[in-house]
């Protein structure tokens, strides 16, 4: 039997870059109040109206040539990194879809990727595979209270704890052929 996550507690946007100039800015993000998922990406709706994440495959700014199409972080992920470097707000690693769940998850266990399982039914959405998202220099210098980036020497033991997944996980929605919705309240699980 497939081992339960938890329950998606945030969705959002990346609006444009969230690295600039050597600076890490997540003033791009937008929280929206439920999404649409397929293979080219997510779209959120908020304000009435659909908006493209930047790394959708059809946005004009599109970053990682639409390869990176969703990515994933955990609650107690955060926990990790507040125990670390302080406040650390819930999704400003800029991660898609935020999963409240009370223990750390390992690269391992989230290879096969998750199934999302809509709080008010329909068919199953599966996101496989599973990689960590690997902690850039801008982010771990951010976390750090840094004005611009640091060298990779100076933060190597912060990228460490970093990477693994406690940063996030990229997801594949390369599977997902009809723009699929997602939301809050849903139910995440490992895929079996």
Do not use: K
């Not at 081992?3 to 507690?9: A, K, P, Q, Y």
């Amino acid at each position: 039997m497939a081992e339960r996550l938890g329950t998606v507690v945030r969705l959002q946007i990346q609006r444009g870059p969230l690295r600039r100039d050597g600076v890490y800015d997540p003033a791009p993000l937008l929280a929206v109040e439920h999404a649409m998922v397929s293979a080219r990406g997510m779209v959120g709706w908020s304000g009435g109206g659909w908006m493209l994440d930047v790394h959708h495959a059809d946005h004009p700014e599109v970053r990682g040539r639409g390869l990176r199409a969703l990515s994933m972080g955990l609650t107690s992920h955060y926990r990790v990194m507040a125990e670390r470097f302080g406040d650390v707000p819930v999704g400003v690693a800029g991660e898609n879809v935020i999963v409240d769940t009370p223990r750390r998850w390992t690269a391992h266990e989230m290879a096969g990727g998750v199934v999302v399982r809509s709080a008010v039914g329909g068919e199953d959405l599966l996101l496989a595979p599973a990689r960590p998202a690997e902690p850039c220099l801008e982010f771990t210098s951010f976390l750090l209270g840094l004005p611009r980036r640091a060298e990779r020497d100076d933060v190597a033991r912060e990228l460490d704890l970093l990477g693994g997944g406690t940063r996030g996980f990229l997801v594949d929605p390369g599977r997902v052929r009809v723009p699929r919705p997602l939301a809050v309240g849903d139910e995440v699980w490992l895929a079996p």
